[in-house]
């Protein structure tokens, strides 16, 4: 009788990674990593990586708690898990961190982006415009988020490249208006963005986020491959 060439774990729900229609999913153990793998009946089988280690993993779902609310929730049950997000009153947790995304755009197009960002006009799929979110649509999400959590742990700013918005220190100053504990920023800074934001650092951010100038600089050099 043969055998499979992996152990199957459990059972639970994803979505397919290009038309997002919810489909059942195995999680496997193979050759000691740890597999999502699901059938779409439109764009057929995907496996997504999730863990290096198994025993890592595994010893991950030990910790259990109770679930933090938010303040209030935005949305209805309909359809259900993820149609409904929003929050609904069926979601488990409040927002740990939110992440705005100030933007599409990028100063690259790197072919794994996770947010399908890049330097072109249009989205790969040719139907939508890339573009900058307004400060006014900024500050409503925001609001939405002050509204929900009522001091928000984490605000994280990202796009796309946040940096390359043309209001990007307005919206900073927007985030140190509201009662947000701590602010991140998503941002590769590459060549032009990166010197902007350099150049900018010591009158603008350091009054912001109080970072350390010359590890900020460093951190920034890393992670540039563009001389």
């Known amino acids: 009788m043969p055998v499979r060439d992996y152990l199957f774990y459990s059972l639970t729900n ?3 990674s290009k038309c997002l229609r919810k489909v059942e999913a195995k999680i496997i153990f193979r050759e000691q990593c740890v597999y999502l793998v699901k ?4 764009h057929g089988h995907q ?22 609310m938010p303040l209030r929730f935005n949305t209805p049950i309909k ?3 993820p149609y409904d997000c929003g929050l609904c009153p069926d979601h488990e947790q409040h927002s740990c961190l939110t992440l705005v995304e100030l933007t599409d755009r990028c100063n690259l197009s790197c072919p794994i982006c ?8 249009i989205y790969s799929n040719g139907q939508v415009r890339r573009r900058h979110r307004s400060l006014q649509e900024i500050e409503r999400m925001l609001d939405a988020v002050v509204a929900n959590e009522g ?5 994280q700013l990202s796009g796309g490249e946040p940096t390359i918005h043309p209001e990007f220190f307005q919206v900073v100053e927007l985030v140190k208006s509201k009662p947000v504990k701590h602010l991140m ?6 060549s032009s963005c990166g010197k902007m934001l350099i150049s900018t650092w010591n009158d603008k951010c350091a009054s912001i986020i109080k970072p350390n100038i010359a590890a900020a600089r460093d951190r920034v050099s890393l992670r540039n491959p563009v001389s």
């Open 14 to 16: 994803s979505v397919c």
């Open 39 to 42: 059938h779409c009946p439109s």
């Open 47 to 68: 496996e997504v990586l999730i863990a290096d280690d198994i025993e890592y993993y595994k010893k991950s779902l030990e910790f259990v708690k109770p679930g933090d």
């Open 79 to 81: 359809y259900g898990c």
């Open 114 to 121: 996770y947010a399908d960002s890049g330097v072109e006009e």
């Open 151 to 155: 001091e928000p742990q984490i605000v």
């Open 185 to 190: 920023i998503v941002a590769l800074a590459l």
